[in-house]
């Protein structure tokens, strides 16, 4: 090797490495949009407008809807070839679009409540669309620009930093509502956050975008959704996911309101409960999944994970105004531990599963499946068993826990719960991740080790920072 040749490599791994770094700057500037537009503001917000369980169900499930975009995004990305171009304008759309939708309540009195609703489910819509078209040009991005043999490091280091402004940014987001309420406290709070989100994007000025690997055709939308699916070990991940996606959108838009209407929580009280306990977990655990990942195999990882997060919702049947602040802790404290494990997996699979020449393609059917058959017929399967159940209970009172009546939200932990250890048993073990590091045994030993062993790095290849 020259030394020309030498010096040419090592100003690559010098322009990766700053690479790498910018983007978890970014993502951590992105988090304080997310954690606000994930959280339980969000669904309070959307709450606020007077949306009935359907339709509450419905404005949650807007993200899904437009997702099916993503096939659409797939096929731009192909015929533009220019993934930081799109990223950015797509980036500031989504961002951006949160201002008008926060004032739409401060702007409109509530005797128009139909409208309101409706202006929101399109703002949403809009945000969602540009998210839709975000995620496939973003993955398909991060799988050219982050090496294999570090990603399970490198994208746990990235959700620890970015998780640690969340911890930050969740209490005082709760906080504000507390103090400011109503439609101003909303549209004050999405504001700052709009605006801190859009500096997200503009790093993304500043990172490379590899020359895109192009397919051996330019396909249709028919064979874009079919590709993947001919993929039988693909199409295996792909039924597994939706399952598993559609058992967790069953109840999950549905816990802010519960612990709103039913277990009388302030916003402060859920935030700190909720998002701040599993971001404290997530911070001292993700390291050590991402780790585990890399040394004993995506799915071996998985697999221990979801042995524990199966069983969360049962926890959620005991919650009582009385009793709420230990078990939430419990079942907060175990999402911290082992959802990074899930999600960082998951991520990886859908990413590098796939062919590099056609990663668009099976990202965009991957997203589109998820979406039309698990996560959108669970949320408003989920909205429908609230409305209809609720109404059913009304006239029917039933006795349940600790002397109080049954209400839906009850049904449908039940079933997240059934849905999620079905999935779990009969889908997971069916496809492979092509890794072959050891056995879910090997992974349980590692996580009970002591820190001072687990710490260690050994062989590790290439590492994120000199």
Not at 32 to 60: E, K, Q, W
Not at 291 to 304: A, E, H, P, Q, Y
Not at 344 to 360: F, H, K, Q, T, V
Request: aromatic share 14%; glycine share 6%.
């Amino acid at each position: 090797m020259t030394t020309t040749q030498r010096e040419q490599i090592e100003m690559n791994q010098q322009a990766l490495h700053r690479d790498l770094h910018l983007i978890i700057v970014a993502v951590t500037f992105g988090m304080v949009y997310m954690t606000v537009y994930n959280g339980p503001s969000l669904n309070a917000f959307i709450r606020s407008l007077g949306a009935g369980d359907f339709v509450f169900a419905v404005i949650m499930a807007m993200p899904v809807f437009t997702g099916l975009l993503q096939l659409l995004a797939s096929i731009v990305l192909q015929k533009v070839g220019k993934r930081k171009s799109l990223f950015i304008f797509f980036g500031f759309v989504q961002r951006l679009i949160l201002i008008p939708t926060a004032l739409v309540p401060v702007f409109l009195p509530e005797k128009f409540q139909g409208m309101r609703i409706l202006l929101v489910l399109l703002l949403i819509a809009v945000n969602s669309g540009a998210q839709a078209f975000m995620s496939i040009i973003y993955s398909s991005w991060m799988g050219a620009l982050v090496p294999t043999e570090i990603r399970g490091r490198y994208f746990s280091r990235r959700s620890l930093i970015s998780t640690i402004a969340s911890l930050i940014v969740a209490p005082l987001s709760g906080l504000f509502l507390d103090v400011v309420k109503g439609p101003m406290g909303y549209a004050i709070l999405f504001s700052i956050v709009a605006i801190i989100g859009s500096i997200d994007i503009v790093f993304f000025f500043w990172i490379r975008d590899p020359v895109m690997v192009a397919p051996k055709q330019h396909k249709s939308i028919y064979m874009i959704l079919l590709s993947p699916l001919k993929d039988a070990n693909y199409r295996r991940f792909i039924i597994f996911t939706t399952a598993f996606s559609f058992s967790l959108n069953l109840s999950g838009s549905f816990f802010t309101p519960y612990m709103l209407e039913h277990l009388h929580m302030t916003m402060l009280a859920i935030t700190i409960l909720t998002q701040m306990t599993m971001s404290l977990f997530t911070i001292l655990f993700i390291g050590k999944m991402g780790r585990l990942i890399d040394r004993f195999g995506t799915k071996n990882t998985m697999k221990v994970a979801l042995s524990v997060i199966v069983s969360m919702p049962l926890f959620w049947i005991f919650t009582t105004p009385n009793n709420y602040i230990p078990l939430i802790l419990i079942v907060q404290l175990i999402a911290g531990m082992f959802w990074p494990a899930y999600d960082l997996g998951n991520m990886n699979l859908s990413i590098w599963l796939a062919p590099e020449d056609e990663r668009p393609s099976y990202l965009a059917s991957y997203a589109f499946v998820i979406a039309l058959f698990g996560i959108l017929p669970g949320q408003l399967f989920g909205g429908a068993i609230m409305e209809g159940f609720g109404l059913y209970l009304e006239k029917h009172p039933t006795p349940w826990l600790f002397g109080r009546n049954m209400i839906p939200f009850d049904l449908l932990l039940v079933l997240t719960f059934v849905c999620r250890t079905m999935s779990f048993v009969f889908l997971f073990p069916r496809f492979h991740d092509n890794e072959t590091k050891g056995t879910s045994q090997d992974v349980i030993k590692a996580l009970f080790q002591k820190p001072s062993v687990w710490l260690r790095r050994k062989d590790e290849g290439t590492r994120l920072s000199k």
